[in-house]
């Protein structure tokens, strides 16, 4: 069976993205022929040759309609492995299903238009990349063929986003120059770049290697308590770890010490054992108060459970985040009432550029290192240890209006 990778694409709007997947699922033969003749169709009436932009719009249509294709995930195929594109239109709805999305991204592709260059979103969306933690990266120059594959422009493009991205302590596995109009570079390679030594985009996504799992303690958020014949059943997702039968752990945040008497997966008999991802049931002993939101933990390596911590946070809505205004936050089953006590650092997304030392708001777009605190303690870890323990959004009025990671220290 071969493996599954999460990637995320993103850039500038405009700059090629829909045309890039819609060339990877088409040359990856990962869609039926019917669709194929229908985009074939429409760009025909249209009086254009084959427009793979379209493909993706008839993909969103039906998505929207809930048919066939998730509504967040993209699939495509190589000799190697499967993929899974996470669908992020923009860097509003990138943060919302980077961070609330049921999977993280293993790679990332950033898009880059060769004739119009680095914009304001490309920078955003690296920072963005950074703050969440996906490190292995793909930089990809499209429309190539609007500079006539010209090496030099390659070079000094290159050059221009290698140097930004260090500011970010990011840096790319490839850095390809391609056309997804014309398909060239992205499952073979071209005469029209005889210059280009390197992979193209099919063989270098190959390259990528999935992230090592270093072992981390156990940390199980709590979904949800159902009875059945008058025995408590636990459900949840374990986040990092894994978890036996006849195990000793600790229910946060009362510390409370309990025995895992049995393991359930859904669909099947009870199990001895399980791994992080693992959506299992659990019937624990003693038969202890627990609610939606409380995390089952190893016991010698416990999270921290803390009222007042550090976050870095980009903030999306168009009403300012203010000092001392209530918003809910939440971070993987917990939901709780929480306030900002201070900005220390308010940040320029796209440059980097410290805008205001202690600020007093935070408009959109900007990113920020703040002091939270919630009104009753939150159990997590820093971003940095237990990335799935350490992502929060921010909402009011049920609308989320920022996200960001709990802090250990400076993010560059």
Not at 220 to 242: A, N, R
């Amino acid at each position: 069976m071969k493996e599954s990778f999460n990637i995320v694409i993103v850039g500038h709007v405009d700059h090629g993205k829909s045309t890039l997947i819609g060339r990877l699922l088409y040359d990856t033969r990962s869609l039926p022929k019917e669709k194929i003749v229908e985009v074939r169709k429409i760009s025909k009436e249209l009086g254009k040759e084959m427009e793979l932009a379209f493909l993706m719009d008839h993909l969103k249509e039906e998505r929207e309609k809930n048919i066939t294709i998730d509504t967040t995930q993209i699939f495509f195929k190589s000799r190697k492995r499967n993929y899974v594109i996470i669908d992020a239109p923009g860097h509003v709805e990138f943060t919302k299903n980077m961070l609330t999305g049921a999977s993280r991204a293993d790679g990332s592709l950033l898009i880059i238009d060769a004739h119009a260059g680095i914009q304001e979103q490309t920078r955003r969306h690296a920072y963005l990349l950074k703050m969440l933690g996906i490190k292995d990266l793909i930089v990809v120059l499209n429309k190539m063929d609007l500079v006539r594959y010209k090496e030099h422009v390659f070079n000094t493009l290159k050059e221009e986003i290698l140097t930004f991205l260090k500011t970010l302590n990011l840096y790319p596995s490839f850095i390809i120059p391609l056309s997804s109009k014309e398909g060239i570079h992205i499952s073979k390679y071209s005469s029209l770049m005889p210059w280009y030594q390197g992979h193209y985009l099919i063989n270098a996504l190959d390259q990528l290697k999935m992230n090592e799992k270093t072992k981390k303690p156990l940390r199980l958020p709590i979904q949800d308590i159902y009875e059945c014949d008058g025995t408590k059943i636990i459900v949840g997702k374990i986040t990092s770890g894994t978890l036996k039968q006849g195990q000793k752990v600790t229910l946060l945040p009362t510390r409370e010490q309990v025995q895992v008497a049995s393991i359930m997966a859904f669909g099947k008999s009870k199990k001895k054992n399980a791994q992080k991802n693992e959506n299992i049931g659990l019937i624990i002993t003693p038969s202890l108060p627990i609610k939606r939101g409380d995390v089952l933990s190893d016991s010698h390596q416990s999270a921290k459970i803390k009222n007042i911590f550090g976050a870095h946070l980009f903030w999306i809505s168009e009403k300012p985040l203010k000092i001392n205004e209530p918003f809910t936050l939440r971070c993987n089953t917990q939901s709780v009432h929480c306030e900002v006590l201070k900005i220390e650092k308010r940040i320029n997304s796209s440059t980097l550029q410290v805008l205001e030392i202690d600020a007093s708001l935070l408009n959109t777009n900007e990113a920020a290192v703040v002091v939270l605190e919630a009104k009753v303690p939150l159990i997590h870890d820093p971003f940095n240890f237990i990335e799935e323990m350490g992502r929060f959004v921010i909402e009011q009025d049920f609308n989320i209006q920022g996200a960001g990671v709990i802090k250990e220290d400076t993010l560059f």
